[in-house]
């Protein structure tokens, strides 16, 4: 094993310092004023989305699960789209995407694609009765709120390092160094998120078992469906894609990957289904 030298380690503790003071004010400054919000795009053309996302990944078109799902649904749904790489921009909710729409800013994949939905037409209630309605609604919700912290876990906490490297963001000329140590003050935060909800109370052993039974009714409610709810996907397909690819597509090994490569067939056709029907042009959409 190797020791740092004094220089790195001096170099360590300098950065630690300087981030413990530069955080709170480069937070303050991502959220910006709730009050006013601001709209980029100037000259706004009629019925044209402009999509607020992360920069491409040279992995995966976006390595948010919101933004791959919202961009994989304008596509779907041959809605005019141009795309605003940003890491610094965040909507009034202080997230990542928003749209902006005829000069008016939409926050949340969710109300983005309920708003869309209304506006051109493409909701899901033409092609799904009550009960499929409420079907859809419950898988949504379960990947987001309940599966998103087996992500927390298994994704994140498990692989944070790796998982902000420059290999997988696309921003190659920061130090590892400078990553490594980024990595070292996120890991509390969603730890504490990951606590506070109760998911990262449970033992590892009662983690997996939780992600298992997720995906198993996912797999269960769609049978042998090509999609969710049928044979032509619905927006929670989208959901689906966009929280499942975000860590399938991943340059590196992770829990739940094996777990849907060696125990969920469905899943993963389903995953594999979606990135050949929407993104038959996905190399054109990774980061150099
Ligand atoms: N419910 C939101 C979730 C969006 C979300 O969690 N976005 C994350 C990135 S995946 C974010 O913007 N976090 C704040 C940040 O990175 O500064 C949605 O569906 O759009």
Known sequence: MEFPTIQQSLFVLFMSYVMKWLMPKLMALLKGDKKTVEIHEKEWKKDV???YQFPRSPRMPNMSPYCLKL???LRANDIKYEVRQTWTQRSSKGQLPFIELNGEQIADSQLIINALSRKFNKGDTETLNQSQ???ARAIDRLIECSFTNAVGVFKYLDHLPDLI???TTGLKWIPKLVTDMAAMFMKPTIEQKLHAQGFGRLTREEQIEQARLDIQAIADVMGKNKFV???????VDFTLFGQFATFYYLPFD????????NEFPTILDHMERMKERFW???NDHLAA
């Open 133 to 135: 309605m409420g079907a």
């Open 165 to 167: 490297s420059g290999e």
């Open 280 to 282: 038959p042009d996905w």
């Open 71 to 73: 961009e994989t649904w």
């Open 254 to 261: 992770n829990i739940l990957k094996r777990m849907v490569r």
């Open 49 to 51: 989305v402009y999509l």
């Open 229 to 235: 709810l049928g044979d032509e996907p619905h927006t």
